[in-house]
């Protein structure tokens, strides 16, 4: 018997499919570094002004990037930093990703809460979602496990690896940039070219 998975064509096909016949409201997961937030802008300007290099957001042009060419712990520990002391240096990912973002948390169809990986400085990352506007969404957590154990129906994450924690009932709107662009995704990942087109896909097919 074929598996059922095989009559779709396409991962747009079979994520459709699930998010317009799952019950609403949808639970949404929305990340926040490289999604909501344009951090690896401000990691590379932050690391050349302090290192004298050239780097542009693009040369992070693979997921181990980072790991490979300037060592986890200064990134990571940047990033910390910045979120500490200076979190409104940090820019939006998009313009207009606030008024996407709004336009979704408005929906009486989904339930939106803001997902992160990175923990120890969430009042600050609170304080640059209230700066910003955004105000509304139902909770902010953070956690070190694995997102896909808080069994949200859809993600809106950059993580490669987030799908390889979730059933083919939960959905990945997969934002692709340079860092994760030739990440190899599953049926149920959907490519986004940034996170207001991952929005607009999820306003449409859950018919806000």
Known sequence: MNDPIDTYESSKEYTKDIITTIEQPVRIALDVEAVIVDTHRYFIETYNSLYDTEYKPTDIDNWDWVRNEVDWEVFDGLMHGGWKNEPLKMQPKENGVVDAINRLIECDKVIVNIVTGRTGVEDE??????????TEFNDF?????????????VYIDDSPRLQNSLSLSQIQLFVR????????T????????????AISTLLEWTKC
């Open 125 to 134: 990352m609170k304080k640059w979602l209230s700066e910003h506007d955004i």
């Open 177 to 184: 940039d340079s860092h994760n662009q030739f990440a190899n």
């Open 186 to 197: 599953r049926i149920n990942v959907l490519e986004c070219s940034g996170p207001i087109d």
């Open 141 to 153: 957590i953070s956690t070190t496990n694995s997102k896909g154990e808080l069994r949200y129906d």
